[in-house]
């Protein structure tokens, strides 16, 4: 199988945001699949975005400052939207819910994490989102805590669970 390849140096170049382009791949990939992705420098933010999705990844370093990436599926670690094994039918009820589907990235990250500062361990809070909150995942493992999410059955918004861990 051949890798799928996106070169997001010419949108960089223009000043543009390569982030929704490289989702778009992500999604188009077959099983087991892998995207080489070029860049103008080192996309170090997208490594833990792609380490939740369950990809692996091998940096190359090419002339004049630019790279190449290449993530690879890890079978055993692909994530089905959520963080732990266990069932999220087996959490409590949300004890908060937030309606951020009108909010523009990074709020609705910050307003989610800003929450679970107050919040017990093993207390459940709500989320309904306007797009999958991919570099939010990484932030909530680190902090110790377990999501669940999904889009709706119209793939309008984002559905997700987050049940607070201990806090240090």
Do not use: C
């Amino acid at each position: 199988m051949n890798d799928l390849e996106l070169d997001v140096r010419p949108l960089l170049r223009g000043g543009g945001e390569p982030f929704g382009a490289i989702m778009d791949a992500v999604n188009r990939l077959e099983p087991g699949q892998r995207l080489k992705l070029f860049a103008t420098f080192r996309p170090e933010p997208l490594f833990s975005v792609m380490q939740a999705k369950g990809f692996g990844y091998d940096e190359t370093p090419l002339d004049h400052g630019e790279w190449q990436v290449v993530f690879t599926p890890q079978a055993e670690n692909v994530l089905t939207g959520a963080s732990v094994p266990e069932d999220p039918d087996s959490w409590d009820d949300p004890v908060h819910y937030l309606e951020l589907s009108d909010l523009d990235p990074p709020e609705p990250m910050v307003r989610i994490l800003t929450q679970l500062e107050t919040m017990s361990e093993g207390q459940v809070l709500f989320a309904l989102l306007g797009r999958e909150p991919l570099l939010l995942f990484p932030e909530l493992s680190a902090r110790g805590h377990a999501w669940a999410g999904d889009f709706d059955a119209a793939g309008e918004h984002y559905r997700l669970m987050v049940r607070a861990g201990r806090r240090p």
